[in-house]
Structures are given as C-alpha cells and as structure tokens.
C-alpha cells in the first residue's frame, strides 16, 4: 500500500484527479469505479475542467459506482446516481449507457446484486477503483464485520454511517438503513485502487487501514492485501500515523 501525505484537501483532489487523467491518457476505454460521498467532488470538478480543455476524453469509457441506497430511485436527489449525474455525467462527454450505479429500486435486489458482478466481468473488470473511507473504516458500504472476500450485496447500514449521513436529508425525509454494495472482495478485484481521505475525522480510520490488523473490524485494513493501492490523504487524515 503506497501512501501519499498532502498539505491539505485541494492538494489530495488535485493528486487523485492526475492519477484519472493519466489513466485515461493511457487507456481511453478505461473501466473507472466511481465513489460519491463529499471527498470525491473536488477530484470530479478537475476531472470536468480536464474534460472541457480536452486533455481527457470519457467517450469511451464505462463505469461503476460502488453502491446505491436500497430503496432510492435514481431520480430521488439524494440517490447516488443522482449524485453522479449532477457531479460529473451530466458535465462531461461520458455515454450515460455506460455508466452502472447499483439499482437502488430493484424488484428483486438479490438478482440485482448478481447482475452487477456480471456487468463488471463482462466489461472486463475495473482498471481503476476510487474510493473515500468511513470513519468506521468502511468501504463502499461494506461496514464493520463485512466478509473481507464479500461480494456485491445487500447490506444494512451502521448506526454510525446512517448519522454521518443524515446530513444529506431532510429531518422528515425518508433515510435508508439498506444498501447494494460492491463488496470488499469485488474492490480488490480492481486492478488498481486509489483511496482519498480528508481531515481529523477520518484519522483513527486511516491509522487503522494502515496500521491495523487485517480485520473485517476495519474494512479499509483489506487494502493491504491489494499489489497496486495508493492512499492519497492529507496532514489532518495522515495525523494518527505513527
Ligand atoms: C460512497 C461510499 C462511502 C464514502 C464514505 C466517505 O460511494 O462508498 O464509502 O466514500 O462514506 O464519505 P465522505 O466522502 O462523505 O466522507
């Protein structure tokens, strides 16, 4: 696991952003996987600009997003395919066709799950996977206790991520406690991961994803086991590492 230490969120965004931008340089049909949550927006609005100057191209390429809020259509704003139409789809040349976001309004979500893995095969596996971290060290919504071999899935959602979440919704709306998640074994699956984490809170997470045990207590600690997983945090993220 290789891990880059930056002055501060803007640099982390702008690091993650170039490692997308060569990646896409090298391989225009890459096959990205895709995160929502606040620390990717930043990394989304460099690769927007990159795509508006024409350094990059998304004509070619398919991607996945980790998960969806069981429940949720797509068009709910606080669905994550919302999420990623309005952050990036919508804003660069992407064929929406070719982007996958787990179906938050399956019928039958257990199929559901089985057909994504399947998608993810068929498009010859992810090149390159994004990822932020919980406070709880989970990963997509692999939560504490998830199998660290796991597979795309119906999870339930911690009491700790569904109050880090209630942020986004209002005091009476409707807020999901299940999820569809690539699972930890379908992360490591990629053939390269890139992990941004950002201030204080995500320290005690990141000090365990490094310098933990391998434990399914902290998702993110399965990281160590994958050949090619760079974490790209700030001071304030990197500030428990020893
Ligand atoms: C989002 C996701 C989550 C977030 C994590 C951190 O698709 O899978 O694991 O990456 O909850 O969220 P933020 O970035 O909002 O702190």
Redesign the pocket.
């Known amino acids: 696991m290789q891990i880059v230490i930056l002055k501060n969120s803007a640099e982390v965004a702008e690091y993650g952003a170039n490692i997308f931008i060569k990646q896409l340089g090298k391989k225009p049909d890459s096959v990205l996987g895709l ?6 927006v930043s990394l989304y609005q460099s690769l927007i600009r990159a795509n508006k100057e024409q350094l990059i191209s998304f004509k070619e390429v398919t991607s996945f ?3 969806e809020y069981l429940g949720l259509e797509g068009t709910h704003p606080q669905s ?1 395919r919302y999420f990623m139409n309005q952050q990036l789809f919508e804003h660069v040349d992407i064929n929406k066709a070719n982007t996958h976001v787990p179906p938050g309004d399956a019928e039958n979500p257990i199929e559901a799950c089985v057909g994504y893995e399947e998608r993810i095969e068929a498009a010859g596996g992810i090149d390159i996977q994004l ?4 406070r709880n060290g ?4 692999n939560e504490p206790s998830s199998g660290l071999m796991s597979r795309t899935r119906v999870k339930t959602l911690t009491k700790a ?1 569904i109050d ?2 209630a942020r986004f919704f209002a005091e009476d709306e409707y807020q999901p406690h299940l999820s569809i ?1 690539m699972g930890i074994g379908t992360i490591l699956d990629a053939r390269k991961v890139v992990l941004l984490a950002t201030g204080e809170n ?1 320290a005690d997470a990141i000090l365990a994803t490094v310098e933990g045990a391998l434990t399914a207590a902290c998702p993110a600690s399965a990281l160590q086991l994958h050949k090619n997983a760079v974490l790209v945090i700030d001071e304030a993220a990197a500030s428990k590492l020893s």
Request: charged residues 15%.
């Open positions: 995160a929502t949550g606040s620390t990717p997003n980790l998960d994550y990822l932020g971290i919980g989970h990963i997509g919504f991520t880090d979440n998640t995500k």
